[in-house]
T-cell receptor, first 115, second 113 residues
Framework: DAGITQSPRYKITETGRQVTLMCHQT?????MFWYRQDLGHGLRLIYY???????DKGEVPDGYVVSRSKTENFPLTLESATRSQTSVYFC??????????????FGEGSRLTVL | ELKVEQNPLFLSMQEGKNYTIYCNYS?????LYWYRQDPGKSLESLFV?????AVKQEGRLMASLDTKARLSTLHITAAVHDLSATYFC?????????????FGEGTQLTVNP
């Protein structure tokens, strides 16, 4: 089915480990985003991408790395996980062009716990 | 820095009552979005408001946008239990490089029988 899928849905890791969260969309949307959701903070933008090979920092990029070699994939890597990165991570995509972000379509979320 | 503020953050209401959630934002924008999130679930798009004076309605929910006041409202009419969820507004930051949405903290709505 068409849509946006994230994996893994649940992940427990230890401090200092590298973790990659995967995001795949089948709509050929140009824009893709990674948000984290924490109590008291709503959703905060980590990184976004306007197209393949174009990425930019959001509000809270420190400790995260992204890449976008293909339009449909936008993985998020925590190079050395910290407890403060325990969160629910949402990937989203949007079909609007460079004129402005349109309606976002969200994946189901990846719940990450860093021990 | 764009700030998006929702109030109230927590709302407990009885079935059959009406109420309004407010979303204020700090900079010029003419695009505003409302999302719903059920516990443990993803965010679902409710409304897309793309111009000053825009009004959208779906069932018991109605959203409006006043870009001059930098205010959007989500009005709930005759609430039912199924409307219990967290509601987020999000504003388009198009005047910055790139284009993305900034979200409010969310309003957690509980509708009691």
């Amino acid at each position: 089915d068409a849509g946006i899928t994230q994996s893994p849905r649940y992940k427990i890791t230890e401090t200092g480990r590298q973790v990659t969260l995967m995001c795949h969309q089948t709509w050929s949307h140009s824009y893709m985003f990674w948000y984290r959701q924490d109590l008291g903070h709503g959703l905060r933008l980590i990184y976004y991408s306007a197209a393949a090979d174009i990425t930019d920092k959001g509000e809270v990029p420190d400790g995260y790395v992204v890449s976008r070699s293909k339009t449909e994939n936008f993985p998020l890597t925590l190079e050395s996980a910290t407890r403060s990165q325990t969160s629910v991570y949402f990937c989203a995509s949007s079909g609007r062009g460079l004129a402005g972000a349109g309606e976002l379509f969200f994946g189901e979320g990846s719940r990450l716990t860093v021990l | 820095e764009l700030k998006v503020e929702q109030n109230p953050l927590f709302l407990s209401m009885q079935e059959g009552k009406n109420y309004t959630i407010y979303c204020n934002y700090s900079t010029t924008s003419d695009r505003l979005y409302w999302y719903r999130q059920d516990p443990g679930k993803s965010l679902e798009s409710l409304f897309v408001l793309l111009s000053n004076g825009a009004v959208k309605q779906e069932g018991r929910l109605m959203a409006s946008l006043d870009t001059k006041a930098r205010l959007s409202t989500l009005h709930i009419t005759a609430a039912v239990h199924d409307l219990s969820a967290t509601y987020f507004c999000a504003v388009d930051m198009k005047e910055t490089s790139g284009s993305r949405l900034t979200f409010g903290e969310g309003t957690q709505l509980t509708v009691n029988p």
